[in-house]
Nanobody, 126 residues
Framework: QVQLVESGGGSVQAGGSLRLSCAAS????????MGWFRQVPGKERAGVAV???????VYADSVTGRFTISKDNAKNTLYLQMNSLKPEDSAMYYC????????????????????WGQGTHVTVSS
């Protein structure tokens, strides 16, 4: 019902910046919260930043002050501006969208989100 396609991943040196984009299509009017999550081998997928339909945002402590989530509703596109990147930011980054009325596990919980992109890899070298 909702399709998400991410882009913008790549390799950068520590201290550098990247901007990730997520294009949403389908029945996007059914979504409210959207966000970015990341996962590294051997660890669970973790919330990075989320944004609701009104533009309110929540960030993981590890990225607060460095990352900014935003969206362009007219373009159905979600963004993640990542600045001052650190090697520990290296991960597969996923775009996600919640369906209104779905089960709620918390704003930064991956289990609260129904729709997922394929992921885009980010590598930060020291």
């Amino acid at each position: 019902q909702v399709q998400l396609v991410e882009s913008g991943g790549g390799s950068v040196q520590a201290g550098g910046s990247l901007r990730l984009s997520c294009a949403a299509s389908g029945h996007t009017s059914s979504t409210n919260w959207m966000g970015w999550f990341r996962q590294v081998p051997g660890k669970e997928r973790a919330g990075v930043a989320v944004i609701d339909s009104g533009g309110s945002t929540v960030y993981a402590d590890s990225v607060t002050g460095r990352f900014t989530i935003s969206k362009d509703n007219a373009k159905n596109t979600l963004y993640l501006q990542m600045n001052s990147l650190k090697p520990e930011d290296s991960a597969m980054y996923y775009c996600a969208a919640r369906e209104s009325g779905g089960r709620w596990y918390g704003r930064l919980s991956s289990n609260s989100y129904k729709y997922w992109g394929q992921g885009t890899h980010v590598t930060v070298s020291s």
